[in-house]
């Protein structure tokens, strides 16, 4: 295949779909997207807390009515307006818990004080982030040459002997068993098909933590946090090291202790990170109680407390990035969802094995993106069932995964799964 072509052509298909999402909001009145569930009115804050340094919000309707609301749920991005004028400091965060009466915010600074002390309304914010990422991915992929051959869908290459000890696990089946062989033995790529039930992510499991005992960095990713988080769980039962990357919000409970936030809390820098948190925190309470007296002077040094409070969580997040990179560079396995691994904290990393699980609800460029950061890779997945959402109809080609591409391209590089449990 032409793959200049075929990038060309994804690129096309990523920006009608772009547009497609930017129509959802565009020239929506505020009245009209509360009537489609995109924003809330009347809705007052009941409880703050914290949640991995970050300042939790709870918010609800007076009375403790049901919220609506329905397209604003768990890892959304909103913004928080006053009622009636909008301000310059009008917060966003994203939606940590949801529950029928009630929905927790986490903003990565302390919200101004109108968000917190009387009613205010809340929209749901669209983000290009994830397109950006899609495109850079699909832009990288044309300057890096080691994955070309196999997007044009040349033969893949295999080593005679797998990496680990010949050996058989005893908890996968003999179908489970060949898949991880040829895993092991992979150079480009492997593919792991079967229907749910099958055992994929078991094999995923099995491989990293062979991966792993042998020393190499481990990349695992998959299209949502649900299953990232569900192979942390997995990985963690059995004793594998990992780092969860990810905005705690977007993570399972069980699962924020494994997060990167998390883990640099025993760092000494983040120790000290924290602490300095705490005294700018109470350098704005002051700050604003120095509003509330009278006296001259009142207001400028009220100023000079904002000015060194900022400061002082400058600093703190300077310290909290020097632990993040002592974290990862410590990390056996991370995990990320595919448009996560493109986070400031993974800058630049590279691994030896990057695995895909769910890869066939991805899109394409989002499978680059762990593609890209890898010497080998190998995806699992179900073809036969859904594929990836796609909203444009004029772009329905993007529903076609890496995954299915290269199954039928490869057939001799995918293992099938038929045996379920």
């Known amino acids: 295949m032409d793959l200049e072509q075929h990038l060309d052509r994804l690129g096309a298909l990523l920006d009608r779909e772009r547009a497609a999402e930017k129509e959802r909001f565009a020239q929506l009145p505020f009245v009209e997207r509360v009537r489609r569930g995109l924003a809330l009115t009347d809705v007052e804050a009941v409880e703050e807390a914290g949640l991995a340094g970050r300042s939790l919000v709870t918010y609800a309707r007076p009375g403790g009515g049901e919220l609506g609301a329905q397209q604003i749920g768990v890892g959304s991005i909103v913004r928080v307006l006053p009622r009636r004028e909008p301000g310059d400091d009008a917060p966003s965060g994203i939606v940590a818990r949801r529950q029928r009466a009630r929905f927790a915010v986490a903003f990565d600074e302390p919200p101004p004080d109108w968000a917190t002390e009387g009613r205010v309304n809340v929209e749901l914010l669209p983000s290009s982030a994830t397109y ?11 300057e890096v040459r080691r994955w070309h051959s196999a997007l044009r869908g040349e033969p893949p290459r295999f080593q005679q002997l797998p990496r680990s000890e010949p050996g058989i696990a005893s908890h996968l089946n003999p179908e489970q068993q060949a898949a991880l062989d040829l895993a092991e033995r992979a150079e480009d790529f492997m593919l792991v098909h079967g229907p749910p039930g099958t055992g994929k992510t078991t094999v995923l499991v099995e491989l990293i933590r062979r991966a792993a005992a042998r020393g190499e960095k481990v990349l695992a990713a998959a299209p949502s ?3 990232v988080d569900n192979l942390v769980e997995r990985l963690v039962e059995i004793g594998v090291d990992v780092v969860r990357v990810g905005h705690p919000a977007r993570v399972l409970p069980a699962v924020v202790e494994h997060t990167l936030d998390e883990r640099t809390r025993v760092h000494p820098q983040a120790r000290i990170a924290a602490e300095l948190v705490e005294q700018a925190i109470r350098l704005r309470a002051d700050s604003r109680k120095r509003k509330q007296r009278r006296g001259p002077g009142r207001f400028s040094e009220a100023r000079a407390q904002e000015r060194e409070a900022r400061e002082l969580l400058a600093e703190a997040r300077e310290l909290e990035d020097r632990a993040e990179l002592a974290v990862l560079e410590k990390a056996q396995v991370v995990l990320a969802t595919l448009t996560g691994v493109e986070s400031r904290a993974l800058e ?3 691994f030896a094995l990057s695995v895909i699980d769910e890869a066939t609800q991805a899109v394409e ?4 993106l762990a593609l890209l950061r890898a010497d080998r890779a190998v995806l699992a997945g179900d073809h036969l069932q859904l594929p990836p959402t796609v909203l444009a109809a004029d772009a329905q080609e993007l529903s076609l995964s890496l995954f299915e591409r290269l199954a039928k391209a490869r057939p001799e590089a995918t293992v099938t799964l038929a045996e379920q449990h």
């Open 132 to 142: 950006d990422r899609l495109s850079g991915g699909i832009r990288r992929m044309r």
């Open 225 to 227: 946090n649900l299953a």
């Open 348 to 350: 630049g990393r590279r």
């Open 365 to 368: 460029p989002a499978a680059y």
